[in-house]
Structure formats: C-alpha cells, structure tokens
Nanobody
Framework: QLQASGGGLVQVGGSLRLSCAAS????????MGWFRQFPGKEREFVAA????????DYVDSVKGRFTISRDAAKNTVYLQMNRLSAEDTAVYSC?????????????????WGQGTQVTVSS
C-alpha cells in the first residue's frame, strides 16, 4: 500500500515536496514512479526511480525543476517540485512497478497510492 502526501496550493514559482510511503518493503527491482492527471486527460508520466540503483527518469517538461529521490530506510519516495507553473496543476499519484518494466508506462505499475492535488496559482 502506498500513501501519498504533500500536495497543496502554491504560487507560481514556488515549491512543494510530495512524499509516498510504502507500507511494505520496496525491493531492488522495483521502479517507483510519479504520475499526474489533468482534468479530462489520461495519466501522464512525471518521474521514476529504480530502487536499487537510484537511476532516475523524467518527462521533458519537468527536467531541471523536479527531482525524484528515495529513502530506502523509510521505504519512501519523494518528488521535489521547484519553479512550479500553472501547467503543473494536477492530481499527482505515486505507484510501484514491481516487475521493473518500462517505468514510463502507467499500465506497467501494479500498486497505486491515492492522488494528491497540486494547485499552482498565479
């Protein structure tokens, strides 16, 4: 089970840090990912991290602004979001890809946390 937190309302240019805590051990083969969903749209890949190597992957629109990281001791993954824009407003969800397959594909993730709303106001 995954528990996401940290969403909220922030002004343009501000920062937020999302957290996703896993109630069970996260194994080295897992990818942990963050996705976001805009109203009326499909989930969009944001970032992923390979648990063993901490190798990261980002969608182009967040590169240089967002950072995904993990704390293995806490079974927690984070998404630090800086220089937020109104276009980042969405519901953000964390997920676990236990087979370690394509981290950018939502259907490859088999455990999902509840979403957390991020609203960026101008």
């Amino acid at each position: 089970q995954l528990q996401a937190s940290g969403g909220g309302l922030v002004q343009v240019g501000g920062s937020l840090r999302l957290s996703c805590a896993a109630s069970e051990d996260i194994y080295s083969s897992y990818y942990m990912g963050w996705f976001r969903q805009f109203p009326g749209k499909e989930r969009e890949f944001v970032a992923a991290i390979r648990w063993r190597s901490a190798k990261t992957d980002y969608v182009d629109s967040v590169k240089g602004r967002f950072t995904i990281s993990r704390d293995a001791a806490k079974n927690t993954v984070y998404l630090q979001m800086n220089r937020l824009s109104a276009e980042d407003t969405a519901v953000y969800s964390c997920a676990a890809n236990r087979d370690g397959t394509n981290p950018r594909i939502a259907n490859e993730y088999d455990v999902w946390g509840q979403g957390t709303q991020v609203t960026v106001s101008s």
